[in-house]
């Protein structure tokens, strides 16, 4: 639902750095009185920069599933031109609807999480520091991190562990996890993270033996691949000839659906042949962005066929 100002309460500055946000802006190409829609608006840092260039004349719709990172949108956004929705953006077509847009000129989506949500210990994403077993974006939604890891079976457990998470060791966590709940079900992330390294083998690499466990659970309990397979279905649709979606992933899972997605639907052209990743300065100050992956796909006009892409920018490629 549309948040009013009076939603909106001051808090502390956030601490996440949005990533390629020059990149965003270079790609996007928001002219004054565009309409944007911001999918995934968290700490508002993209949505102000994209807002200041569409100017008064235009609109950036910022979406999230999680209203303590609109509260924070809303204080980075300030005076600009921006709409704040909690809702999900594969809702976009309902969310348009009721806002009576059709098409707009841009869709941005930087997958995951925020710095700010990791921070708070109280919403269950950090194994550093300890919290309840939460994980939900949505704070209203169904399930959380406690529900799949105390009701689910080994099997089920150690398929989303494989799946979501890419980790190896699935079926031996998977079974620890078992144990360990028969004795004391598991609430918080330090039991859990502790649960996790204990069952993987031999010493740490360069990651925690957590992170993949934490990476698959935070998935699966906020559908994560579900909504972005819904938006890569049915975003461009919504689209005007010439707009244009740019998607920023972190893991493999989300860079493989979106690369083939765009490559398979007729109705866009492929203007990034390689993801566009962060330069070497923006690595310097930013190390989240080491795993960044920029996409963009146009919408091809209706009636002549793909446009040209334009020269790929002066950000590294891979
Ligand atoms: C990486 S952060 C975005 C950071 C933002 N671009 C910035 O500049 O501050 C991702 C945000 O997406 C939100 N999110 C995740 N899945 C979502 C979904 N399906 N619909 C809407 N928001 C979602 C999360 O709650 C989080 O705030």
């Known amino acids: 639902m549309p948040l009013d100002d009076d939603d909106v309460v001051p808090l502390p500055p956030p601490v996440h750095r949005s990533v390629l946000l ?12 565009a309409v944007i829609v911001d999918g995934t608006i968290g700490a508002g840092g993209h949505a102000a920069a994209l807002a200041a260039l569409v100017g008064k004349t235009g609109r950036v719709i910022g979406l ?15 005076g600009l031109p921006v709409s704040l929705v909690q809702d999900a953006y594969s809702d976009l077509p309902r969310i348009l609807d009721r806002l009576e847009i059709d098409q707009v000129d841009g869709i941005l989506l930087d997958l ?28 209203n939604s169904h399930t959380t991190a406690a529900d799949l890891v105390n009701e689910l079976t080994a099997e089920e457990l150690a398929d989303v562990i494989f799946e979501y998470g ?13 144990e360990e709940r028969r004795v004391v079900p598991i609430t918080t992330t330090a039991r859990l993270a502790d649960i996790v390294r204990k069952s993987v083998p031999g010493k740490w690499g360069t990651i925690d033996p957590a992170t993949r ?14 909504h972005l397979e819904t938006i890569l ?10 707009g244009r979606i740019a998607i920023i992933s972190f893991h493999s899972l989300e860079d493989r659906r979106v690369k083939h997605s765009f490559r398979n639907d007729p109705n866009l052209n492929v203007l990034t042949k390689k993801p566009v990743v962060a330069s070497d300065e923006e690595l310097a100050i930013n190390p989240r962005a080491r795993s960044a992956k920029l996409r963009v796909a146009e919408r091809c006009p209706d009636t002549n066929g793909p446009t040209t892409p334009p020269k790929q920018g002066t950000s590294k490629a891979r």
């Open 22 to 33: 020059d990149e965003v802006v270079q790609w996007l190409l928001p002219r004054e009185g």
């Open 64 to 78: 999230d599933r999680d209203p303590d990172m609109l509260a924070l949108a809303g204080v980075a956004t300030k």
């Open 112 to 139: 995951g999480l925020s710095s700010d949500q990791l921070r708070w210990a109280e919403r269950g994403f950090s194994f550093v520091t300890d919290g309840p077993l939460d994980m939900r974006f949505d704070p």
């Open 166 to 178: 890419e980790e190896r060791h699935s079926r031996r966590i998977a079974r620890r996890i078992v």
């Open 213 to 226: 466990t934490f990476q698959a659970l935070r998935i699966k309990v906020n559908e994560e691949l579900d």
């Open 233 to 242: 279905a049915e975003g461009p649709e919504f689209l005007k000839p010439g």
